[in-house]
């Protein structure tokens, strides 16, 4: 079962290692490696193509359990995940199923470049452009984020179609590693998800005009990359917001036996936290569950009612998650609040608070307002 496969890899491999990448901001290497050995950086290409062929919610319930070992583990799969179905779904030429092949066969690591300088968070418009000259292409983008960007093996990066196309006529560009200078920008030392390692960088990259995918952004965006990353960063949310829950139960059975004859007062706060999480539970499963029966249907994932569902989906995980892992603290006391305690909750709590700034819910809420201005329900 993939859930059990990341189970295991969590529980012996990126749980101890945790406090490590979080107090060093490094790298989660070791998760990483056992990730690539296990094959799952190839989950979701196709089985004859040499991949596991795991569907979207095997994914998403795999990065639940990686996140309560290490949420920049999970972090750094998911992402690249968001990637590789953007290549099994559009990357339709031969050379770019042939790259997919390879991310199965040997265990290659992608990372994205969407956001860009004086852009930010609006990965629906881009200033860089694609330069062509006859079978090649060339690009250089300022980057204020490439998580992981000096650990991959290649970056997705969004651009222009052409330098005379308007913003919002983008393409998706294969930048191979052979071809790709990133030079950073910024350092990386923040408050939560830590090991993610998202630097700025200046990214310059050339190579065949074949690695252009062939579909315009805008569809890949719309049918792949926006479900994708809200499924599986809410699956990841949730991750977080379950081991916080697992460190409040045993906290509350830990007093309880100290005195059985009495019910601990945190047991009250306990159960309510068990109600907002099987909440937050329902939610995801449900918006997994939808997008795989959905998958190869474009009508429906181009729809404006999915648009708002995935974008509420992330609001809505993004939130539940802070209350979650603060409940959880509330339950725990000192004993969550001190790093040094087996109960500890600091690096869960930091790492939560990043949800909503990926991509920042102010923004999404707007789009949903745009788009509930002309939805017919």
Same mark, same amino acid.
């Given at each position: 079962?993939?859930?059990?496969? /990341?189970?295991?890899? !969590?529980?012996?491999? =990126?749980?101890?290692?945790?406090?490590?990448?979080?107090?060093?901001?490094?790298?989660?290497?070791?998760? *990483? /490696?056992? *990730?690539?050995?296990?094959?799952?950086?190839? $989950?979701?290409?196709?089985?004859?193509?040499?991949?596991?062929?795991?569907? @979207?919610?095997?994914?998403?319930?795999?990065?639940?359990?990686?996140?309560?070992?290490?949420?920049?583990? =999970? #972090?750094?799969?998911?992402?690249?995940?968001?990637?590789?179905?953007?290549?099994?779904?559009?990357?339709?030429?031969?050379?770019?199923?042939?790259?997919?092949?390879?991310?199965?066969?040997?265990?290659?690591?992608?990372?994205? $470049?969407?956001?860009?300088?004086?852009?930010?968070?609006?990965?629906?418009?881009?200033?860089? =452009?694609?330069?062509?000259?006859?079978?090649?292409?060339?690009?250089?983008?300022?980057?204020?984020? +490439?998580?992981?960007?000096?650990? !991959?093996?290649?970056?997705?990066?969004?651009?222009?179609?052409?330098?005379?196309?308007?913003?919002?006529?983008?393409?998706?560009?294969?930048?191979?590693?052979?071809?790709?200078?990133?030079? %950073?920008?910024?350092?990386?030392?923040?408050?939560?998800?830590?090991?993610?390692?998202?630097?700025?960088?200046?990214?310059?990259?050339?190579? $065949?005009?074949?690695? +252009?995918? %062939?579909?315009?952004?805008?569809?890949?965006?719309?049918?792949?990359?926006?479900?994708?990353?809200? *499924?599986?960063?809410?699956?990841?949310?949730?991750?977080?917001?379950? !081991?916080?829950?697992?460190?409040?139960?045993?906290?509350?059975? /830990?007093?309880?036996?100290?005195? %059985?004859?009495?019910?601990?007062?945190?047991?009250?706060?306990?159960?309510?936290?068990?109600?907002?999480?099987?909440?937050?539970? &329902?939610?995801?499963?449900?918006?997994?569950?939808?997008?795989?029966?959905?998958?190869? &249907?474009?009508?429906?994932?181009?729809?404006?009612?999915? /648009?708002?569902?995935?974008?509420?989906?992330?609001?809505?995980?993004?939130?539940?998650?802070?209350?979650?892992?603060?409940?959880? #603290?509330? @339950?725990?006391?000192? !004993?969550?609040?001190?790093?040094?305690? %087996?109960?500890?909750?600091?690096?869960?709590?930091?790492?939560?608070?990043?949800?909503?700034?990926?991509?920042?819910? &102010?923004? +999404?809420?707007?789009?949903?307002?745009?788009?509930?201005?002309?939805?017919?329900?």
């Amino acid at each position: 079962m993939p859930s059990q496969l /990341a189970a295991h890899i !969590a529980t012996t491999v =990126a749980a101890p290692a945790a406090e490590s990448v979080d107090q060093d901001s490094r790298f989660p290497t070791e998760a *990483i /490696a056992a *990730i690539r050995d296990a094959g799952m950086l190839g $989950a979701l290409v196709p089985t004859e193509d040499g991949g596991l062929g795991w569907a @979207i919610e095997e994914v998403a319930r795999s990065v639940t359990e990686l996140a309560k070992g290490c949420s920049s583990a =999970a #972090m750094v799969y998911a992402m690249h995940q968001i990637q590789v179905a953007c290549l099994v779904r559009h990357g339709t030429g031969g050379s770019l199923r042939e790259f997919t092949r390879r991310v199965a066969r040997e265990g290659l690591l992608l990372a994205s $470049a969407t956001t860009e300088a004086g852009i930010g968070g609006n990965v629906r418009n881009s200033s860089c =452009a694609v330069e062509l000259d006859g079978d090649r292409f060339c690009l250089t983008k300022q980057a204020p984020v +490439i998580s992981y960007g000096q650990h !991959a093996d290649a970056v997705l990066a969004t651009a222009r179609r052409t330098p005379s196309s308007p913003p919002n006529d983008q393409v998706l560009v294969l930048c191979r590693g052979e071809n790709l200078d990133l030079e %950073p920008t910024s350092e990386w030392d923040a408050l939560g998800f830590r090991g993610t390692c998202s630097r700025g960088f200046l990214l310059r990259a050339g190579g $065949a005009v074949d690695d +252009i995918l %062939p579909t315009s952004y805008g569809d890949i965006s719309s049918q792949t990359m926006l479900p994708v990353s809200h *499924i599986l960063w809410s699956s990841l949310w949730f991750g977080i917001a379950s !081991a916080a829950a697992d460190k409040a139960r045993r906290f509350v059975q /830990a007093a309880a036996r100290k005195n %059985p004859e009495v019910t601990p007062p945190s047991a009250m706060r306990l159960a309510e936290l068990t109600n907002v999480l099987q909440q937050f539970q &329902d939610l995801v499963l449900a918006a997994q569950e939808r997008y795989t029966e959905m998958w190869h &249907d474009h009508g429906q994932t181009t729809s404006i009612s999915f /648009a708002i569902a995935m974008n509420s989906l992330k609001v809505s995980a993004s939130t539940l998650v802070v209350d979650v892992v603060q409940r959880a #603290m509330l @339950i725990c006391g000192m !004993a969550g609040y001190a790093n040094r305690s %087996p109960f500890t909750l600091g690096r869960l709590l930091r790492d939560a608070y990043g949800a909503q700034l990926m991509v920042n819910n &102010d923004r +999404i809420n707007t789009n949903n307002a745009q788009l509930l201005l002309v939805s017919r329900g």
